[in-house]
C-alpha cells in the first residue's frame, strides 16, 4: 500500500536549535515533493517545492533535501524561534502535477 | 483580498441532513480540490476540478457529491450525513506548482 510518513508526531526543540522534520514514502513515484505549514484553525500554506531531480533547495533558514533512492525528505529549520512552531506536512506530487498526497503531519514546538 | 474563501466556517448539525459548504478562489487558477482532515491532522485528497471537469475522486462515498458551476467555484455538498464525517474540510486551488489553502470548515455531526 501506499504510505506517506512522517517522523514522531511532535516534535520540541530549544530556540536556536536546528529542526530537522522527516518524510519517507512507499510505494510512490513522485514528481517532486512540497512542505506546508500549518497553523491551528489555519489551512496549510505552501513553503518550499523540490523536484525529483533536485538534491537540495534553500529559502531563508529553510532547507530541503530529497533523495528518492531512500525516498526520503528531510526538511530542516535553522535557528529557530518560537514563531517557527506549528505543524509541517509534506505533500508528494505524482507526474499529472495534479495530484497531490500528505503525509502525516509533525507537530514543532520551538522552546523559548 | 482573501485568495480562497470557504462558507461557513463553522458547521454543526444532526445524523441524516443534508449540508452544502461552499469554495470560492479569485486567484484565477484553473484547478481546485476538496480535501479532509480528521481529528489526527491527517490531510486526504477527495476531488479535483479542472475548469468545471472533474479529474480525480478518491473513493469517496457517493453522498458526496462536488459540484463546479464556474472554474472560480467548487461546492461540496453533502447527503445523509454520519457520524464520520465530521472532520475539517478545506478547498484549495492550484497555482504553478503549489496549493492555496480555505481556512477551512470545522463539521461537526451530532
Known amino acids: 500500500s501506499q504510505k506517506i510518513e512522517q517522523n514522531s508526531e511532535a516534535l520540541n526543540i530549544q530556540e536556536g536549535k536546528t529542526a530537522t522534520l522527516t518524510c519517507n514514502y512507499t510505494?510512490?513515484?513522485?514528481?517532486?515533493l512540497q512542505w506546508y505549514r500549518q497553523d491551528p484553525g489555519r489551512g496549510p500554506v505552501f513553503l518550499l517545492l523540490i523536484r525529483e531531480n533536485e538534491k537540495e533547495k534553500r529559502k531563508e533558514r529553510l532547507k530541503v533535501t530529497f533523495d528518492t533512492t531512500l525516498k526520503q525528505s528531510l526538511f530542516h529549520i535553522t535557528a529557530s524561534q518560537p514563531a517557527d512552531s506549528a505543524t509541517y506536512l509534506c505533500?508528494?506530487?505524482?507526474?499529472?502535477?495534479?495530484?497531490?498526497?500528505f503525509g502525516t503531519g509533525t507537530s514543532l514546538t520551538v522552546i523559548p | 483580498d482573501t485568495a480562497v474563501s470557504q462558507t461557513p466556517k463553522y458547521l454543526v448539525t444532526q445524523m441524516g441532513n443534508d449540508k452544502s459548504i461552499k469554495c470560492e478562489q479569485n486567484?484565477?487558477?484553473?484547478?481546485m480540490y476538496w480535501y479532509k482532515q480528521d481529528s489526527k491532522k491527517f490531510l486526504k485528497i477527495m476531488f479535483s476540478?479542472?475548469?468545471?471537469?472533474?479529474?480525480i475522486n478518491e473513493t469517496v462515498p457517493n453522498r458526496f457529491s462536488p459540484k463546479s458551476p464556474d472554474k472560480a467555484h467548487l461546492n461540496l455538498h453533502i447527503n445523509s450525513l454520519e457520524l464520520g464525517d465530521s472532520a475539517v474540510y478545506f478547498c484549495?486551488?492550484?497555482?504553478?506548482?503549489?496549493?492555496?489553502f480555505g481556512p477551512g470548515t470545522r463539521l461537526t455531526v451530532l
Open positions: 486567484l484565477g487558477h484553473d484547478t
Open positions: 505533500a508528494l506530487v505524482l507526474n499529472t502535477g495534479n495530484q497531490f498526497y
Open positions: 476540478y479542472n475548469n468545471k471537469e472533474l479529474i
Open positions: 510505494n510512490y513515484s513522485p514528481a517532486y
Open positions: 484549495a486551488s492550484r497555482g504553478r506548482n503549489e496549493q492555496f
